[in-house]
């Protein structure tokens, strides 16, 4: 019986193994499909943004995938470094995870006391493929370039920035040149320095005692002489330093405090007398000011006094002349009046003289008719008024007169009719022709 015979087949009912028919071509798609997963795991990766990715080819052939992509890789190994590494030394972790973290960088200053400083500070890698490849050969990894690269060229610009001052003058004075020689350090190199010799006074004994201290040293154009630089070498920026705090030992705190008591003491007592010597000068000048005020205020009422004196003499001036004048208005008046009186005096005699002259030629032309007419027709109104008042016929007439002669009436108005007429020297006679 053969292999055949135990095989369960169609038509076999003699089979030992009653197997089920299996697909030959579907075990064939089951063990290609992990293969072909595998070539591609080993032949092509994906670079992520913010990231670059080293490829070692199996020819040990480097190269940098910087931009976002799937890159070749052809089996070769990868390395992935952050674009920009992020050294987090601050008091507080970071709200997002940083490259590097730790809790300050230790320092000692010039005085020999001690302290830690605060901060954050991002650190750009190159873009440069040929300077990425250098940095990948010297120290095979992200991490690698973080903590043996940028941690410790921080900490050591960071000692020898304290290194240039004393705890006192980063505590005070020299904070932001503590930060701007720090950040100038890391990214350009370490300062060139020379010792130079200071002379201090000791507060306790008053001694002066020469002490050497390191200064920077500069070039002939006035700029800080550097050492040379791992990360202008390497290509690498820093794209942001900024130092948050600095804790300094009790001993120097304590004695930062003491002497800032002391500072405090020594102000208030020059501000006290400053004081007081501004007030005397305040006083001195108000006193001045007051003299002045006095006397410009005299001065005034002098200048007023004359300034109305002035005027008032003016007034007077004025008035006198007003009173001349008016005077003098007062004759030329009272001699027009005169002269007017005059005239109208002379004028009323020519006029008398001129009425007498007139007169006298009517009178000589006519005879003074006119008046001599009004005269008696005045005179005659008078008669008949009285006449009218007489009763010309009686109210009795006893016997008659065969020759009446008329009445005492009729013959007394003939007789003023004749007066009358001489008077008038009338002609009343008929004259014939």
């Keep these: 019986m053969g292999l055949d015979d135990l095989i369960n087949k169609p038509g076999n009912s003699d089979s030992r193994f009653n197997f089920p028919e299996f697909d030959f071509h579907k075990l064939k798609y089951i ?207 820093v794209s942001g330093f900024q130092i948050t705090d600095w804790d300094f030992e009790q001993k120097t705190l304590d004695q930062i405090s003491r002497k800032r008591e002391a500072t405090m003491g020594i102000i208030t007592a020059k501000a006290d007398a400053e004081r007081a010597r501004q007030e005397a000068l305040t006083a001195e000048e108000q006193g001045k000011k007051n003299v002045m005020v006095d006397k410009y205020a005299k001065e005034q009422e002098k200048v007023q006094a004359v300034v109305d004196a002035e005027k008032e003499k003016e007034v007077a001036v004025t008035k006198a002349m007003q009173g001349v004048l008016v005077a003098e208005q007062g004759k030329l008046e009272a001699e027009q009046k005169r002269l007017a009186a005059v005239a109208y005096k002379e004028e009323q005699i020519l006029r008398g003289e001129g009425d007498g002259e007139y007169k006298r030629l009517v009178m000589s032309a006519d005879g003074a008719l006119a008046t001599k007419l009004d005269a008696w027709k005045a005179v005659h109104l008078r008669y008949a008024e009285a006449i009218e008042k007489q009763k010309w016929v009686p109210d009795i007439q006893m016997g008659s007169s065969a020759n009446p002669t008329g009445s005492a009436a009729t013959d007394l108005i003939e007789m003023l009719k004749a007066q009358t007429a001489k008077e008038l020297k009338l002609d009343m006679t008929v004259k014939g022709n």
């Design 31 to 237: 063990v290609l499909l992990p293969i072909l997963i595998a070539i591609l795991y080993w032949n092509f990766g994906i670079n992520d943004a913010g990231e670059r990715t080293v490829i070692q080819y199996p020819t040990g052939k480097l190269l940098v995938k910087f931009t976002p992509g799937i890159y070749f890789k052809a089996f070769g190994t990868t390395e992935i470094y952050k674009d920009v590494i992020t050294f987090d030394f601050d008091k507080d972790n970071a709200a997002t995870p940083s490259s590097l973290n730790i809790t300050g960088i230790s320092v000692r200053y010039q005085d020999g006391g001690t302290g830690k400083v605060f901060g954050k500070a991002r650190f750009a890698l190159p873009d440069n493929e040929e300077q990425m490849i250098r940095l990948h050969k010297d120290f095979r990894s992200n991490d690698a370039v973080a903590y043996k690269l940028i941690k410790t060229l921080s900490e050591e610009s960071m000692n020898l920035t304290a290194g240039l001052m004393t705890s006192e003058e980063s505590y005070a004075e020299k904070r932001g040149i503590f930060t701007q020689w720090a950040e100038e350090q890391i990214a350009s190199g370490k300062f060139f320095t020379e010792l130079k010799s200071v002379v201090e006074e000791q507060k306790d004994t008053k001694e002066r005692v020469i002490r050497n201290v390191p200064v920077i040293k500069y070039g002939a154009d006035g700029q800080p002489l550097h050492h040379s630089s791992d990360f202008k070498n390497y290509g690498i920026k």
